[in-house]
């Protein structure tokens, strides 16, 4: 089966005229298409979703869709996600939500957009 060419990115890739350090969206979605090479992916900042100061980027979710997932089990899936953004995880990365979909498995699901996240219970959030 023949898919479509990729589809575009959601994250501002960094410009040769915007000097600025990039963000830790940023950074992730780098790292896995640079180790991906995926035809969809998306990157959600949901920091503000948990109890963390504002401007935390502490939590992500990612939909990646690659080829490179092919006969893959799930965990390993999540393994070589993790290993990408190993150094975001080292330094202060907290929690990241792993959508990791072969392009058959994204078009049979209707190709769309990552699942909704559950609302967080954690810290102060947790019902009395």
């Not at 780098?30 to 935390?56: C, I, K, R």
């Not at 967080?120 to 019902?127: H, I, R």
């Amino acid at each position: 089966m023949r898919y479509p060419e990729r589809s575009p990115f959601l994250y501002p890739f960094p410009s040769p005229l915007n000097e600025a350090p990039m963000n830790r969206k940023a950074r992730i979605a780098e790292f896995l298409t640079n180790g991906l090479n995926p035809m969809h992916l998306e990157v959600h900042d949901e920091s503000q979703m948990h109890n963390v100061p504002e401007g935390a980027e502490s939590h992500f979710k990612v939909l990646a869709v690659s080829e490179a997932f092919e006969g893959q089990k799930l965990i390993e899936r999540h393994r070589r996600v993790n290993a990408l953004v190993r150094d975001e995880l080292a330094k202060g990365l907290h929690a990241l939500s792993i959508h990791a979909w072969t392009p058959q498995e994204w078009f049979d699901k209707g190709g769309g957009a990552a699942p909704a996240s559950p609302e967080c219970l954690g810290g102060s959030k947790q019902a009395n």
